[in-house]
């Protein structure tokens, strides 16, 4: 099959051909359709997170086919012990034993891949593969997320990417008002209001204090910048596997039951939730297709801060 590999961090991604995987005991053998680009991709590959299985496929947005036709979605969370305190408390997301999709198993940057059947979501025809990709991670983190801001109104988006642009629409299905914060980008700022935020601009113009925000951004000092915004009682959710160094802050800043808390990884209980609601809204994913060969270049666009929505390699 073909396939893109990381062979060491910091380097680029390799094309390559590789036998076809086999499935083992519990695992299911799935046809790739598509495969979104997430920015933990990116952390991967150039070595921000450690202790990779090497050589990887990376890839953990994955929409394919069973060999019998049914259409199914592989996550980020690949696999569970279901013995641990936190699997048995339902709280799967920390496993101490967890594996992931795309780190420590074969992910989707490749024509097959293996997936334990536990983990895969049945997914329904509508719509096409690379528009659900971005449901898979992007969609479902930032929806773990948006639970965690509770009940706000007022909710801040800090960085509007493949998971703020998701979480945007269905913020607004619930009735929040939407305030999405932006670097210095009018193209990227119209793309937010026209998915339904009130109010975009840069971190430091946000209009009125926020009950909640959510940072996407893997920069530490908007951590500070959120919580500078927040009305008493509000909390800033960290919804990146990676961020720089948070710097310190006054305590009178996180006074008044403010709080700062992270998101880690999904369960399948928020993937079937998300699924079943998406339809509903409907959510419309915005993405940038790239043939299989090109996921560097995909890569390289995520880096640089170059794509509205969200990136998609396209295998079909």
Same mark, same amino acid.
């Given at each position: ?55 990887? @496929? ?30 048995? +408390? ?25 997936? &334990? ?11 096409? +593969? ?20 509770? &009940? ?11 998971? +703020? ?19 210095? &980008? ?19 113009? @946000? ?11 893997? $920069? ?10 927040? $009305?008493?009682?509000?909390?800033? @959710? ?34 079937? &939730? ?36 969200? +990136? ?5």
């Amino acid at each position: 099959m073909r396939a893109m590999v990381l062979r060491s961090p910091g380097e680029p991604l390799e094309p390559a051909d590789l036998p076809e995987p086999e499935a083992g005991a519990g695992d299911v053998l799935v046809r790739v359709l598509a495969c979104g680009v997430c920015r933990t991709d990116l952390h991967i590959v150039d070595g921000e997170l450690a202790e990779p299985k090497l050589p990887l @496929v990376p890839g953990h947005q994955v929409v394919g086919e069973l060999p019998g036709g049914e259409r199914v979605g592989i996550p980020w969370l690949g696999w569970t012990c279901g013995e641990c305190r936190y699997c048995r +408390a339902g709280r799967e997301n920390l496993c101490e034993r967890a594996r992931f999709t795309g780190y420590d198993r074969d992910g989707g940057y490749a024509e097959l891949a293996v997936a &334990d059947e536990r983990y895969v979501f049945p997914l329904p025809a509508e719509p096409d +593969a690379a528009h659900l990709a971005p449901l898979l991670c992007a969609g479902l983190i930032g929806y773990r997320a948006l639970r965690f801001c509770g &009940d706000a109104e007022r909710l801040g988006l800090y960085g509007f990417g493949g998971s +703020a642009h998701i979480v945007c629409q269905v913020a607004r299905h619930q009735g929040r008002r939407v305030f999405a914060v932006t670097r210095g &980008d009018e193209e990227t700022r119209a793309f937010a209001r026209g998915l339904g935020a009130e109010w975009a601009g840069p971190a430091d113009e @946000v209009p009125e204090p926020l009950d909640a925000a959510i940072v996407f951004a893997p $920069a530490g000092e908007l951590v500070v910048a959120a919580l500078r915004t927040l $009305a008493p009682g509000g909390t800033v @959710v960290c919804a990146g596997i990676h961020m720089s160094d948070i710097p310190s802050f006054p305590y009178e800043a996180l006074w008044r039951e403010r709080s700062i808390r992270s998101v880690a990884n999904l369960t399948r209980q928020d993937g079937e &939730d998300l699924l079943a609601l998406a339809p509903e809204i409907p959510i419309r994913a915005e993405v940038t297709e790239y043939p299989l060969g090109d996921a560097n270049r995909a890569l390289d666009d995520i880096r640089e801060g170059r794509l509205t929505g969200a +990136a998609v390699l396209d295998l079909r």
